[in-house]
């Protein structure tokens, strides 16, 4: 196994580990602590893999904006009589069954994945003489319009979403 092997094979496992922190913790301020240590290990994958402003935007959008956007949302809300009421446990089994219908839908997909792809046009060479944010720019406005626009449309439900509990507290 090589340096790099062993670097990546680091950052998969700790962001596999940092992610199941997040989603399992019962105090969701400290899960917003293990999101922060997640999106910095995010970043020091971007930088791994050559990505330096990936990384910054991963510092100052994630880890400096949202993350702490996102600790006031969960302040505001009174999460103490949420999880009073506790709605959805009876229901367990059926989120068990759904999770293991997806793993099932799943695999098929995950088997066709390829661990060292072949390389892709952008080599380091080009990116560096034509600029990280150009290209960048080129293959978000081209190649992955759709999902630009998807995940723009995600990201405005979301705000909505905030308003509308944000509404409700004032009511």
Do not use: C
């Amino acid at each position: 196994m090589t340096l790099p092997q062993i670097f990546f094979a680091y950052f998969a496992v700790t962001l596999t580990l940092l992610s199941i922190l997040v989603v399992t913790r019962r105090n969701p301020v400290h899960g917003v602590m293990w999101m922060l240590i997640l999106f910095i290990h995010i970043a020091g994958l971007y930088l791994f893999l050559n990505a330096e402003f990936l990384a910054a935007i991963q510092i100052i959008v994630y880890a400096g904006a949202i993350l702490v956007l996102y600790l006031f949302v969960v302040m505001l809300l009174n999460l103490r009589k949420i999880e009073k009421e506790r709605k959805f446990q009876s229901i367990w089994i059926v989120g068990l069954l759904v999770s293991v219908g997806f793993i099932v839908l799943l695999l098929p997909v995950l088997s066709g994945f390829a661990v060292y792809p072949e390389l892709g046009e952008y080599s380091i060479e080009k990116i560096t003489a034509d600029g990280h944010i150009k290209v960048i720019g080129d293959i978000l406005f081209t190649k992955f319009l759709l999902p630009f626009e998807i995940a723009s449309l995600i990201l405005l439900v979301s705000i909505i979403g905030a308003v509308v509990l944000s509404k409700r507290k004032l009511d």
